[in-house]
């Protein structure tokens, strides 16, 4: 079946350290987002690529960093210099530039201590 | 003031109970919408989609939007327990230089249906 996997599900991690997420798709679909979900917040936009090789920063993209070197990969780092990185990773994917719907991963719980 | 605004809730009905949940937005623009249903620890799943105003209907499911009032509306007929989770409402304007399919969420509304 295609889908978004993300892994892990749960992280943990020490203050100060690098951590990143790995999300793979086999939908053939071009692009690729991360969102954020926070308790009270909804869902906030870090980084999203439209095509291999490029992507952009989206609404909170400080303390993040992506690559997409493959179509069907799109790893996020969580850097040190994110100063509340505790939180729901969501990945997700869409066919093509315009309105289609996004199709989720079931998500990345990091915490950081 | 927020492009999308949800009312999170939490929601509380008894099995059984049509459920009605709403959005409003600012962005004139918008022309895409979607209803997501969020369980417990997963990933948003894709409930109901549609393009400008009208209504949609799947199953127990009903998906209506009014673009003259900036208003849009997701009915659940027949609630049952298993339609306990977080809804979220997402809209996207045309593709173009400001837009690039974004999508803009609402905060999501909890609901419960109370056996």
């Known amino acids: 079946d295609g889908g978004i996997t993300q892994s892990p599900k749960y992280l943990f991690r020490k203050e100060g350290q690098n951590v990143t997420l790995s999300c793979e798709q086999n939908?053939?679909?071009?692009?690729m987002y991360w969102y954020r979900q926070d308790p009270g917040q909804g869902l906030r936009l870090i980084y999203y690529?439209?095509?291999?090789?490029?992507?952009q920063k989206g609404d909170i993209a400080e303390g993040y960093s992506v690559s997409r070197e493959k179509k069907e990969s799109f790893p996020l780092t969580v850097t040190s210099a994110q100063k509340n990185p505790t939180a729901f990773y969501l990945c997700?994917?869409?066919?093509?530039?315009?309105?289609?719907?996004?199709?989720f991963g079931n998500g990345t719980r990091l915490t950081v201590t | 003031q927020k492009e999308v605004e949800q009312d999170p809730g939490p929601l509380s009905v008894p099995e059984g109970a049509i459920v009605s949940l709403n959005c409003t937005y600012s962005?004139?623009?918008?022309?895409?919408f979607m209803w997501y249903r969020q369980y417990s620890r997963k990933g948003p799943e894709l409930l109901m989609y549609?393009?400008?105003?009208g209504n949609k209907e799947d199953g127990r499911f009903t998906a209506q939007v009014d673009k003259s009032s900036k208003y849009i509306s997701l009915f659940i007929r027949d609630s049952q327990p298993s339609d306990s989770a977080t809804y979220l409402c997402?809209?996207?304007?045309?593709?173009?230089?400001?837009?690039?399919?974004?999508?803009?969420f609402g905060q999501g509304t909890t609901l419960q249906v109370k056996p």
């Open positions: 997700a994917s869409k066919h093509g530039q315009g309105g289609s719907p996004l199709h």
């Open positions: 997402a809209m996207s304007g045309p593709h173009g230089s400001s837009n690039t399919g974004k999508l803009i």
């Open positions: 962005n004139s623009a918008f022309q895409y």
């Open positions: 549609t393009y400008s105003s």
């Open positions: 690529s439209q095509i291999v090789n490029d992507f």
């Open positions: 939908l053939n679909h071009d692009a």
